[in-house]
């Protein structure tokens, strides 16, 4: 792995942000990155890494201050993220997953919920996961089958949640349920302790990459959770979900945009050194124009996920502009990750080299929060309409 932190000409809005974006690269690039093809080899998880984020005051980066938040906007906060996941997918992930599962509290949550929690989920220490996915409801969401049944003051939770960032290691959970009919409209979101009591996590799957996060099944049965712990409304969970998968998106288009800056680096830095006929393989016109075309998805990739985080820090819809960025950014990284194996050749393919690691890594950035094939779906919409059937 080239020693270089990848040093993107940002545009950032204040020079508290400048200074913040130093900070990321600086712990990226000393407590991140030399440790990550090692760790994920092994299928360590870096805990101690999201606690040393969790004590700079970078995992609550876009919530408020009042409650331990990072008073960040949007553009900010996803700038960070491509950072972290520029030194390692696991921890960029990570963070955008914790986001997440602070996002129906800080957005839903009463003052009082959001004051007795926030604080410690913000900056606290602690780790959250998001748990929508089940083994048969993934796509199709809003055919989820987990109940919450009322039990006097309680809810008793009970249900499989599949495909769970952090399942197993997480301090806590937003959880979905069917509290009412079949639909959307039958559905609340909860906040779940990891150490409640008929929790458990199943073994984590074996992936093809991101082995270091695990990503576990949830079996909850009987799970007792006090009503005080129900964010929003009954029935209004699953507005809560869309509206969280809006934000994430964003997340996972600033994660693969960092993965494709990574890969772009290690290829550039290849073919400058690399010669072949007595020159640098840089100078050759087939593999400049490769490294020409990676530039370039990583350029649109980066304008594209930052022009719908700023209609979002306006207040403005971005659902649209989301779903594109989560497309573009996602393909452009998977796109960019194999030309980048290509560059090395036969190298890019063996372990000694960290491409063929970010290209693994890529694939998965397709599926999560919404295939590709869903946010085409989610533009569609948007242009035409729902389809008549």
Not at 84 to 103: E, F, I, Q
Not at 106 to 134: D, F, V
Not at 163 to 177: E, K, N, R
Not at 357 to 377: C, D, F
Request: net charge negative.
């Amino acid at each position: 792995m080239t020693d270089r932190a990848p040093q993107v000409d940002r545009s950032l809005p204040t020079e508290e942000s400048r200074d913040l974006l130093a900070l990321v690269r600086e712990i990226a690039q000393r407590e991140i990155r030399p440790r990550a093809a090692e760790e994920e080899d092994a299928g360590g998880f870096p805990r101690e890494v999201f606690t040393l984020l969790s004590e700079a005051g970078l995992l609550g980066l876009p919530y408020a201050g009042e409650f331990g938040g990072g008073d960040q906007p949007y553009e900010v906060y996803l700038q960070v993220l491509e950072e972290l996941a520029a030194a390692r997918l696991t921890v960029g992930l990570g963070v955008s997953v914790h986001s997440l599962a602070c996002h129906g509290l800080a957005g839903y949550g009463t003052k009082e919920q959001q004051g007795a929690h926030l604080p410690a989920m913000l900056g606290g220490g602690l780790l959250g996961a998001y748990c929508l996915s089940e083994p048969a409801s993934g796509s199709d969401a809003a055919s989820l089958t987990t109940k919450a049944v009322r039990d006097g003051g309680d809810w008793l939770i009970t249900g499989t949640k599949a495909w769970i960032t952090h399942g197993g290691v997480a301090d806590f959970y937003t959880v979905l349920a069917r509290t009412g009919a079949q639909g959307p409209k039958g559905i609340t979101a909860f906040l779940v302790p990891g150490d409640a009591e008929g929790l458990t996590a199943a073994v984590p799957e074996k992936k093809m990459g991101m082995k270091g996060s695990p990503t576990a099944q949830l079996h909850f049965d009987g799970v007792r959770v006090p009503d005080s712990r129900r964010i929003g409304e009954e029935g209004q969970g699953f507005s809560i979900a869309l509206a969280a998968l809006d934000a994430g998106r964003l997340g996972i288009a600033a994660c693969a945009i960092g993965v494709a800056q990574a890969a772009l680096d290690e290829a550039l830095a290849y073919a400058l050194d690399r010669k072949q006929f007595g020159h640098p393989i840089a100078d050759f016109q087939g593999l400049r124009f490769m490294l020409a075309d990676m530039a370039t998805k990583i350029e649109a990739g980066r304008a594209l996920y930052l022009a719908a985080a700023r209609l979002r820090d306006a207040g403005k819809p971005f659902s649209r502009q989301a779903a594109m960025a989560k497309l573009f950014c996602t393909d452009a990284a998977m796109a960019v990750t194999t030309d980048a194996v290509q560059v090395l050749g036969g190298y890019g393919y063996t372990a000694d080299f960290p491409v063929e690691r970010l290209m693994r890594e890529a694939k998965v950035l397709q599926i999560v929060e919404g295939t590709n094939q869903i946010q085409r779906m989610v533009i569609a919409r948007h242009l035409a309409g729902p389809e008549s059937r």
